[in-house]
């Protein structure tokens, strides 16, 4: 989980350092991202179905390699058209990350220890984070940003060391009935997680990409400071992942937990307005620890519903879809940020990020309303 956005967050934390080296904007350092998820979203589609039908370990340390290619082109990047090639390839090394882990818990793992598996798993994501911003922006003041970058392999060393030892190399069995699982209904639930994703994503990855530039460029933060916000969002969401994962798998309705994700990420995103109006530090810091406790936290609790939705058979393409809503949320905010910062400001980009937050608690509120009222 951890080796498809290495490059990205890697970029991201080192971010000061790459714009003023290539001379980027706003917009062209978020379209980075967009370009990584654009690439992600049919790859996700494409590849979860294939994860109903192949072996796992074939098909992560495909995802591994793709990895690895994609962090050696970020590492020697001279133009903004390598770093382009270099997230391209890094939606593809994540865009099957979900569906072939899901996937493996859902064979693998009793009913009643999904929900904490599931925390764990999704948590690899935020290890990156943690790993890139304790230890990228020192080593880049040693050996450029590139060098520093180039350390990130030893992350796609370890994952094929543990996949080689742990994940089975066998075929997933077929559907019990004999049938074609890609031609069985999804459920319901699951196309109210897909819009979910979507919007809460695209708030959620705006807030990731941009949040150390612009602690940065308007809260004086230093570099090493900004890089400092990754790891603290990596950190935070680590723990907030496993903790809700397990709150999960004990509540009736997910749903309500989806609610109080997005009006954590809300409430984070209007104490940046704060903090940029008064040049507070602190609540740079204090939105980063709740936007890391709430709305990073999102995707586990949504790839847990899944998983208790949606039958073994067809986890892997339920999963790839859930990611095309996810990922697609994901490449239109980052851009969209950066478009209006250009056009106006980090405030007024910031007040759409709260409202969209808004917006995804408001759909799931009204769905649960929706389904007590038929009931």
Not at 22 to 47: E, M, N
Not at 97 to 123: D, E, I, Y
Not at 183 to 200: D, R, T
Request: include cysteine; charge should be positive; aromatic fraction near 8%.
């Amino acid at each position: 989980m951890a080796v498809g956005p290495l490059g990205l967050f890697a970029l991201i934390a080192l971010g000061p350092l790459v714009t003023a080296d290539l001379r980027l904007g706003p917009s062209q350092f978020g379209a980075l991202a967009t370009i990584s998820f654009i690439v992600a979203a049919p790859s996700a589609w494409l590849l979860g179905r294939w994860v109903d039908r192949y072996s796992a370990r074939t098909i992560i340390f495909s995802l591994l390699g793709t990895g690895v290619l994609s962090l050696v082109v970020l590492s020697a990047a001279t133009s903004y058209r390598w770093l382009v090639a270099g997230v391209l390839l890094a939606g593809i090394a994540m865009s099957a990350t979900n569906p072939v882990t899901n996937r493996l818990v859902s064979v693998q793992v009793g009913a009643g220890q999904r929900g904490a598996v599931m925390g764990v798993k999704q948590s690899g994501v935020q290890i990156a984070q943690l790993f890139i911003g304790l230890t990228l922006p020192s080593v880049a003041v040693l050996t450029g940003w590139r060098g520093a970058l180039a350390t990130t392999l030893t992350i796609v060393a370890l994952g094929m060391v543990l996949t080689h030892r742990y994940v089975p190399a066998g075929r997933p069995p077929p559907p019990a009935d004999g049938g074609d699982r890609t031609e069985q209904p999804l459920p319901h639930q699951v196309w109210l997680l897909l819009a979910y994703g979507f919007v809460s994503g695209a708030a959620l990855q705006a807030t990731i990409v941009h949040l150390p530039l612009f602690a940065f460029q308007e809260v004086s933060f230093s570099v090493a400071a900004a890089g400092l916000i990754v790891a603290l969002l990596g950190g935070v969401g680590l723990l907030a992942r496993v903790a809700w994962g397990r709150v999960t798998e004990r509540s009736s309705d997910p749903r309500q937990v989806l609610v109080w994700m997005a009006l954590g990420g809300a409430t984070a995103t209007c104490l940046l307005l704060a903090a940029a109006q008064w040049q507070a530090a602190w609540l740079v810091w204090s939105a980063t620890v709740l936007t890391g406790a709430t709305a990073v936290a999102g995707t586990v609790v949504v790839m847990t519903a899944a998983v208790r939705v949606v039958p073994p058979g067809s986890i892997g393409t339920a999963s790839g879809l859930l990611a095309v809503g996810q990922y697609g949320g994901f490449a239109l905010g980052p851009v969209s940020f950066g478009l209006l910062v250009e056009a106006a400001s980090y405030a007024s980009a910031w007040v759409v990020v709260a409202v969209v937050y808004a917006a995804a608690a408001a759909m799931v509120a009204v769905a649960r309303f929706t389904t007590r009222a038929t009931r």
